[in-house]
């Protein structure tokens, strides 16, 4: 072959080499924008980084959520976590309630994913409904449904303000019917094709609406359980003295029986009035001088004793109370915090315990 024909022949396959190369790296780029990017580079020992296509969710751009929350005005917080701060806002068409995420954390940045992705599919009365969202920058904010009353913490333990001085304490009907409602929300989740473990349950995450509906909210932490019944963790989930014993002695199996415990405490903590995740003192007269203990070991023990009437929150009415249905609510509760997870009940079955109770 001709030396001038070779040069030609080699100079037209190189550049249909390089043409294919260009057209592999366009495509690439191409497919990687299907999506909202909801993690950023992620380090190797975290969850690797993914898309999420958000069309169920209505977009709303970062200067409307400025003007709906007057620049993000402290008056306007009504809520916050670990992961940021929530407030209330008026869009055109709705109020509603604006959690806007710590740009500095690469915790949040899970969180906004999470929450995304779980919430867009979870449809029940009992679950809180995300609405939109807004990322744009190192911002990620999630807009909810307004839930009136504000959290059942607040209902149960914030004494301090003087709107919580105005306020009834709930009633032993409402406490129970508040109870039944978050039941049936994690049964729901526990039940569907491919399950959600919400994995932080407990009175912040519990939203009460104008008539005491409960809400579940705070879904962070939240985990699909794909092809088994657990989610594989590298690290502890959940609050202090909510968290189920095997979370904290290592567990890396996150489990729906760990939802179950962490109900079990809230059980508790609604019909006492206590909260679970400090130590508090108490009178033992066979041993004289205060004692440090923690809810569910101080409950367990009372009811052990059958002086279940003696634990129940000082603020709720004894007139016309059954002090049959405060037995079964606190043995349920028992029954939810067993040590083994293997004695638990899935929620279908508290679901069905606590329908037999009559308030």
């Given at each position: 072959m001709e030396p001038v024909l070779q040069s030609i022949l080699a100079a037209v396959a190189a550049g249909f080499f390089l043409a294919m190369v260009l057209a592999a790296v366009c495509a690439a780029r191409k497919n990687n924008r299907g999506g909202?990017?909801?993690?950023?580079?992620t380090p190797a020992a975290t969850e690797r980084s993914s898309t999420f296509d958000p069309s169920a969710l209505n977009p709303v751009s970062m200067p409307e959520l400025l003007k709906a929350t007057r620049n993000f005005s402290p008056d306007l917080i009504i809520g916050g976590g670990s992961f940021g701060l929530v407030y209330k806002a008026r869009l055109p068409n709705a109020t509603v309630a604006v959690k806007k995420l710590s740009p500095d954390a690469f915790q949040g940045f899970r969180e906004f994913r999470a929450e995304m992705e779980t919430l867009s599919k979870l449809r029940h009365p009992n679950i809180v409904t995300i609405l939109g969202y807004c990322a744009t920058g190192s911002d990620r904010v999630l807009i909810y449904e307004y839930i009136e009353k504000g959290s059942l913490d607040q209902w149960l333990l914030d004494t301090t303000s003087v709107a919580a001085r105005s306020r009834l304490p709930l009633s032993w009907e409402t406490r129970v019917n508040i109870t039944r409602g978050v039941a049936s929300g994690l049964a729901y989740m526990h039940n569907l094709e491919t399950p959600i473990i919400h994995r932080d349950i407990k009175a912040s995450h519990v939203l009460l609406d104008n008539v005491f509906e409960p809400h579940i909210a705070g879904f962070g932490l939240a985990r699909r359980i794909e092809g088994t019944h657990s989610?594989?963790?590298?690290?502890?989930?959940?609050?202090?003295g909510y968290m189920p014993p095997e979370y904290i002695q290592g567990a890396t199996m996150a489990t729906a029986m760990g939802d179950v415990y962490s109900f079990g405490i809230l059980m508790l903590q609604i019909s006492t009035g206590i909260r679970?995740?400090?130590?508090?003192e108490v009178e033992e007269e066979e041993e004289g001088d205060g004692k440090e203990v923690r809810l569910v070991e101080w409950a367990k023990k009372k009811v052990a004793q059958d002086r279940h009437m003696d634990i129940l929150d000082a603020n709720i009415s004894r007139e016309g109370l059954k002090e049959s249905a405060v037995v079964e609510f606190l043995r349920i509760a028992i029954l939810c915090t067993s040590n083994s997870f293997k004695d638990r009940p899935p929620m279908m079955e508290v679901v069905e315990l606590l329908n037999r109770i009559s308030a």
């Open positions: 909202l990017p909801i993690t950023s580079r989610h594989v963790s590298t690290k502890v989930a959940g609050t202090r679970p995740n400090l130590p508090f």
